[in-house]
């Protein structure tokens, strides 16, 4: 059998598992670049770029949260629709530690522990989402329907 040329992450073994179809894409990976740099690189909106964002609550407990690449998540919409006092971004240390990846490629998907995911509901009327692969410079493409796995929890969080 063939090696495959994109890298066998724990989230690429997830997607496995769970028979999820997906297209791997390698792009080169710009430190600081975020979501506009594999847009650029695929010829796709930003906005079906999606970027796992690893957040802390006030209890110091992990959660994961799914946004548009081109939009930002309001940490204090978030905790007011979670009936929580404060929402942070995770340190990417503390970050790692809970998913054994690094920041930039954080995927979902095969995390260390089971966080629990958001994902703002916009996300699932577009046709494709490009999601971490669980590697720097790699994306998955995958039918938003296919985060089912994750038992997310859609919220409306978005902003400019």
Same mark, same amino acid.
């Given at each position: 059998?063939?090696? %495959?040329?994109?890298?066998?992450?724990?989230?690429?073994? &997830?997607?496995?598992?769970? *028979?999820?179809? &997906?297209?791997? @894409?390698?792009?080169?990976? /710009?430190?600081? #670049? +975020?979501?506009?740099?594999?847009?650029?690189?695929? #010829? /796709?909106?930003?906005?079906?770029? /999606?970027?796992?964002?690893?957040?802390? !609550?006030?209890? @110091?407990? +992990?959660?994961?949260?799914?946004?548009? #690449?081109?939009?930002?998540?309001?940490?204090? !919409?978030?905790?007011?629709?979670?009936?929580?006092?404060? =929402?942070? %971004?995770? $340190? %990417? *240390?503390?970050? !790692?530690?809970?998913?054994?990846?690094?920041?930039?490629?954080?995927?979902?998907? +095969?995390?260390?522990?089971?966080?629990?995911?958001?994902?703002?509901?916009?996300?699932?009327?577009?046709?494709? =989402?490009?999601? *971490? +692969?669980?590697?720097?410079?790699?994306?998955?493409?995958?039918? %938003? $329907?296919?985060?089912?796995?994750? *038992?997310?929890?859609?919220?409306?969080?978005?902003?400019?």
């Amino acid at each position: 059998m063939a090696k %495959p040329d994109y890298p066998i992450t724990p989230a690429i073994r &997830f997607l496995r598992e769970h *028979n999820i179809a &997906f297209e791997p @894409k390698l792009y080169p990976y /710009v430190e600081h #670049g +975020g979501t506009a740099v594999p847009a650029q690189h695929f #010829g /796709v909106d930003e906005h079906a770029v /999606v970027k796992t964002i690893v957040l802390e !609550n006030d209890k @110091k407990q +992990g959660l994961i949260c799914i946004m548009h #690449g081109d939009k930002h998540i309001s940490t204090r !919409n978030l905790a007011r629709e979670l009936g929580m006092k404060h =929402i942070e %971004p995770a $340190q %990417p *240390n503390q970050a !790692n530690k809970w998913t054994g990846y690094l920041v930039g490629g954080t995927s979902p998907f +095969g995390t260390k522990t089971a966080l629990p995911v958001y994902v703002e509901e916009s996300i699932y009327a577009l046709p494709t =989402i490009y999601v *971490n +692969g669980g590697k720097r410079g790699f994306l998955v493409a995958i039918a %938003p $329907q296919d985060l089912a796995p994750l *038992n997310p929890t859609s919220v409306h969080v978005a902003t400019e």
